[in-house]
């Protein structure tokens, strides 16, 4: 056992699976990028001015009456199909009451027993100890139209929460952007897998997501966030635990910490004979750790009932076959396609799905990148920078273009491999395009051939033993020679030709 920063105790991870079958359920809330909200002719630009994107609808003035937002419905259906959900021939809005502090209305209009799309499924290719995939079907019970909330800013005190604040901010420019909430059905029979499911699921519902165009999907500024819903039970007991509800993890790496976590938290709970309080839980970035929020409320308390502001949605079905053939490729068949023509090795591909860099790959091979140089950053490099600035390897501010140009200069042999990560610090540090941080840092290769000459010559008159060594054949020793001169030129040699030089002169 172990405790957390928060005073949690936890169980080891394999003691866990020793004595508890987990349960999990996510929840996936999309934000659309139609240009307009929900139900109202607000813009849906992202970081203006607070409360300057709102209007009597959307701030829930009396008189003010909504209009649902076709390209919204369109998106929702885009992305049930997607999902090989069913589609709803008639479906309707309903009043979702419980206290919103950030919702002007006091309530949220949602879909409750009649939402767009149900009953579907999404395969999940999931990384496997042999470094191999397996297929895990996940089972999605619904996908509803609703509208997002504003944002709250709790000012004061020490932990951003409302708890210690000395007073509260609202934005209301968000209240009323469209969402998509993608609900799966318990996801069981995972074992030690539930992490690594729960992970691949989001990562690839993100990429469908972008695929079919109706969200930028950036964890970062929340436009896809989940929900964890997590249970134990006791092994082999074939029942469903009582449950917690992770709100809010907006990135890859911590909606697998979040799962992992719970279920360490759960089985300290219920080892020490205590029951599980049905709650949402904050998840905290920074120290990878839940917190109490409230008492989860079962359905019935929100006293659903249905919008009586709104018509019914009755999407016809030769729109909806209309929609099905604009679908674009099928994710799984995607890969296959992508995997052969890049040249891949199974453990390869699956490295770079699981890293979520598939997208970037594919771009950066799109901008004039080979595949394998391309992997190399993406998955090198750039993840390694990603996992220190504790971020998602697509939010660094690096982008495939970026890649591509470093890359074309060392193809070029403007650029070494050194050189190049030290243009990534720049693109890093905000100092401008590739080819202005190698002007500005003076990274280029040296190609003057007098210079090298010259290097090498020094470096041969200072290493007299050396040079005697490559002079009786001994080629191997010209290493030692090579890297002088690299030392020298701080880099910004091509290696290769200086060892062509030192041969030359020495032979």
């Not at 999404?122 to 619904?142: K, N, Q, W, Y």
């Not at 890359?407 to 070494?416: N, P, R, S």
Request: charged share 25%; hydrophobic share 40%.
């Amino acid at each position: 056992m172990s405790t957390s920063t928060t005073g949690d105790v936890l169980v080891d991870y394999d003691e866990v699976l020793a004595a508890y079958d987990p349960a999990m359920g996510l929840e996936v809330h999309v934000e659309l990028n139609t240009a307009t909200k929900m139900f109202c002719g607000c813009p849906t630009e992202f970081g203006a001015e607070p409360n300057t994107q709102v209007c009597p609808t959307c701030l829930g003035l009396p008189g003010a009456m909504p209009v649902v937002n076709a390209k919204a419905v369109e998106s929702a259906i885009r992305i049930g199909l997607a999902l090989n959900c069913d589609i709803a021939e008639w479906c309707r809005f309903a009043r979702k009451n419980y206290f919103y502090p950030d919702m002007p209305k006091n309530f949220q209009t949602s879909q409750y027993d009649e939402p767009i799309a149900f009953e579907g499924w999404m395969d999940v290719l999931v990384p496997t100890a042999d470094g191999g995939t397996e297929t895990v079907r996940v089972e999605i019970e619904r996908a509803h139209m609703e509208e997002d909330t504003g944002k709250s800013l709790h000012v004061g005190g020490s932990t951003g929460r409302i708890h210690g604040a000395d007073y509260s901010l609202v934005d209301y420019n968000r209240a009323g952007i469209p969402l998509i909430e993608i609900v799966t059905k318990p996801i069981t029979g995972l074992g030690a897998q539930a992490p690594e499911v729960a992970k691949a699921y989001v990562a690839q519902l993100r990429e469908l997501i972008v695929a079919l165009g109706v969200s930028d999907a950036r964890m970062d500024q929340g436009s896809i966030r989940a929900d964890v819903n997590l249970s134990l039970a006791p092994k082999g007991s074939g029942a469903l635990g009582t449950r917690t509800e992770t709100k809010n993890v907006n990135s890859l790496r911590s909606v697998e910490r979040a799962v992992r976590y719970e279920m360490q938290r759960h089985a300290a709970v219920l080892g020490e004979g205590r029951s599980i309080l049905q709650e949402t839980r904050h998840w905290h970035e920074d120290t990878g750790v839940t917190t109490s929020g409230r008492e989860k409320s079962d359905a019935e308390d929100y006293r659903y009932f249905p919008e009586p502001d709104l018509v019914p949605v009755a999407p016809s079905r030769e729109w909806v076959e209309q929609l099905r053939g604009t679908m674009p490729e099928n994710p799984r068949a995607r890969l296959a396609r992508l995997q052969e023509s890049w040249g891949f090795t199974d453990l390869e591909m699956r490295d770079t799905v699981g890293a979520g860099a598939l997208g970037l790959v594919e771009e950066t091979i799109a901008a004039g990148a080979a595949p394998q140089a391309a992997r190399k950053w993406w998955l090198g490099e750039m993840a390694r920078r990603a996992n220190d600035s504790g971020v998602e390897i697509g939010a660094l501010g690096v982008t495939p273009q970026h890649v591509a140009r470093v890359q074309a200069m060392v193809d070029a042999g403007e650029l070494t491999d050194k050189l190049a990560r030290q243009v990534f610090d720049g693109l890093l540090a905000g100092e401008g395009t590739p080819d202005e941080v190698v002007a500005a840092r003076g990274l280029a290769v040296v190609s003057d051939e007098g210079a090298l000459s010259a290097a090498v010559d020094k470096a041969i008159a200072e290493n007299p033993a050396i040079a005697d060594k490559i002079r009786d054949g001994k080629v191997a020793a010209a290493g030692a020679l090579i890297g002088a001169v690299m030392k020298e030129m701080r880099g910004q040699a091509d290696a290769a030709r200086v060892k062509e030089l030192v041969l030359e002169k020495l032979s």
